[in-house]
């Protein structure tokens, strides 16, 4: 199967509509154990990505195009998750630099670059209660799909479900990394709003690429 | 002179730590700020902090101040934004931002280098109070 420059962009704006309809939910999931802005952070950062992106050369190749959103996260949402989930976005379009259409492989190098990209920048582990809890296991229910030669589009929901149960699994730990950490035990019986932004994410993209 | 650059998820607290260091410094040392977002809501801007360091940039080393969460991430990504170019010359202090500026802007008033304002700001945090 492969990705086209025009199926990465709708994935972006997939997301960018996801991010709008859960922006109170997931406001609200930080507001449990952390400031009350996720939800506010994210959607201006993807209102701003979607601005930027109708502004770049039609020649934009994908790597370009998510170097552009990585940038334009890292200066409008604000938060934690600006640095990020903007690091991800800008790792990730380092790894299919120069590249018009995406295979197999190249979607594992942007899980694996977006993954290692938010470790280098939080220092946080699995078991942390953070993104990395949704992002990890998505990664590797992908990848041993994809080495198990199932196809893309149900490789993408086994890794929906992963990520799903990662972020169900952070409800029943504390905090160690973010500003729920301050929270320490006190975090626990809370889902991480970053988890379940990842989560959305994720799931905006599997969604897309099931009905190409 | 040795630059430096404040960051904080507040402007207010930046301005306020500026406007305390300043004065110490009677304006003699270059020191920019960077809080807040582009909108006027809490949170740190990576690229502003990008522009900060340009701005207080005299050739002789930036020194970056931060408070906490997502002010530390945001001075790191600028530090990788601004590359090769800048490389061992912008530096975060591991310093507690408002006393780690006094410490780091009286050093460099004197004329100190890099390394010895970095040394001092960083030391900022072992200061007994009581
Ligand atoms: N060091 C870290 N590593 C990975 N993820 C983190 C880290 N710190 C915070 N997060 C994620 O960021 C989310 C909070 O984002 P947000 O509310 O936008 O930022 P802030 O905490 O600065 O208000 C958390 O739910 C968590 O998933
Ligand atoms: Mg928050």
Same mark, same amino acid.
């Given at each position: 199967?492969?990705?086209?420059?025009?199926? !990465?962009?709708?994935?972006?704006?997939?997301? !960018?509509?996801?991010?709008?309809?859960?922006?109170?939910?997931?406001?609200?999931?930080?507001?449990?154990?952390?400031?009350?802005?996720?939800?506010?952070?994210?959607?201006?950062?993807?209102?701003?990505?979607?601005?930027?992106?109708? +502004?770049?050369?039609?020649?934009?190749?994908?790597?370009?195009?998510?170097?552009?959103?990585?940038?334009?996260? !890292?200066?409008?949402?604000?938060?934690?998750?600006?640095?990020?989930?903007?690091?991800?976005?800008?790792?990730?379009?380092?790894?299919?630099?120069?590249? +018009?259409?995406?295979?197999?492989?190249?979607?594992?190098?942007?899980?694996?670059?977006?993954?290692?990209?938010?470790?280098?920048?939080?220092?946080?582990?699995?078991?942390?209660? +953070?993104?990395?809890?949704?992002?990890?296991?998505?990664?590797?229910?992908?990848?041993?799909?994809?080495?198990?030669?199932?196809?893309?589009?149900?490789?993408?929901?086994?890794?929906?479900?992963?990520?799903?149960?990662?972020?169900?699994? +952070?409800?029943?730990?504390?905090a160690r990394k973010g500003?729920a950490s301050y929270?320490?035990?006190?975090?626990?019986?809370?889902?991480?709003?970053?988890?379940?932004?990842?989560?959305?994410?994720?799931?905006?993209?599997?969604? !897309?690429?099931?009905?190409? | 002179?040795?630059?430096?650059?404040?960051?904080?998820?507040?402007?207010?607290?930046?301005?306020?730590?500026?406007?305390?260091?300043?004065?110490?410094?009677?304006?003699?040392?270059?020191?920019?700020?960077?809080?807040?977002?582009?909108?006027?809501?809490?949170?740190?801007?990576?690229?502003?902090?990008?522009?900060?360091?340009?701005?207080?940039?005299?050739?002789?080393?930036?020194?970056?101040?931060?408070?906490?969460?997502?002010?530390?991430?945001?001075?790191?990504?600028?530090?990788?934004?601004?590359?090769?170019?800048?490389?061992?010359?912008?530096?975060?202090?591991?310093?507690?931002?408002?006393?780690?500026?006094?410490?780091?802007?009286?050093?460099?008033?004197?004329?100190?280098?890099?390394?010895?304002?970095?040394?001092?700001?960083?030391?900022?945090?072992?200061?007994?109070?009581?």
């Amino acid at each position: 199967m492969v990705i086209t420059k025009e199926d !990465v962009l709708k994935v972006i704006d997939k997301i !960018v509509e996801v991010i709008r309809e859960n922006k109170e939910y997931l406001t609200e999931l930080d507001s449990a154990i952390g400031d009350a802005d996720h939800g506010i952070n994210m959607d201006r950062g993807f209102e701003a990505v979607k601005q930027k992106l109708a +502004t770049i050369p039609e020649n934009s190749d994908i790597g370009t195009i998510l170097k552009t959103v990585g940038m334009t996260l !890292v200066s409008t949402v604000g938060g934690a998750s600006g640095p990020l989930y903007g690091t991800a976005f800008m790792r990730a379009g380092q790894a299919v630099q120069g590249k +018009t259409e995406l295979t197999e492989e190249d979607v594992v190098k942007i899980f694996e670059a977006a993954l290692q990209g938010i470790k280098d920048r939080g220092k946080a582990q699995a078991g942390d209660k +953070t993104m990395i809890d949704s992002i990890e296991p998505a990664y590797k229910a992908l990848k041993e799909s994809l080495e198990n030669n199932i196809a893309l589009p149900e490789a993408l929901k086994r890794a929906v479900n992963a990520a799903k149960e990662g972020m169900e699994y +952070t409800k029943n730990i504390s905090a160690r990394k973010g500003r729920a950490s301050y929270l320490g035990e006190r975090s626990i019986g809370h889902i991480d709003p970053g988890a379940t932004s990842s989560y959305l994410m994720i799931k905006a993209l599997a969604d !897309v690429i099931n009905l190409l | 002179m040795v630059g430096i650059v404040l960051v904080s998820h507040s402007r207010k607290i930046v301005e306020g730590v500026f406007e305390l260091v300043n004065q110490m410094t009677r304006g003699k040392v270059p020191i920019g700020i960077a809080g807040g977002t582009p909108d006027g809501r809490l949170g740190t801007d990576a690229a502003e902090i990008v522009e900060q360091v340009k701005k207080v940039d005299r050739g002789e080393g930036v020194v970056v101040l931060v408070d906490i969460g997502s002010a530390v991430m945001s001075a790191q990504t600028a530090v990788e934004l601004l590359g090769e170019e800048y490389e061992g010359k912008v530096k975060i202090a591991d310093a507690p931002l408002v006393e780690g500026a006094v410490a780091a802007a009286v050093e460099a008033s004197i004329g100190s280098d890099f390394e010895k304002v970095l040394t001092v700001a960083e030391e900022a945090k072992k200061m007994n109070k009581l």
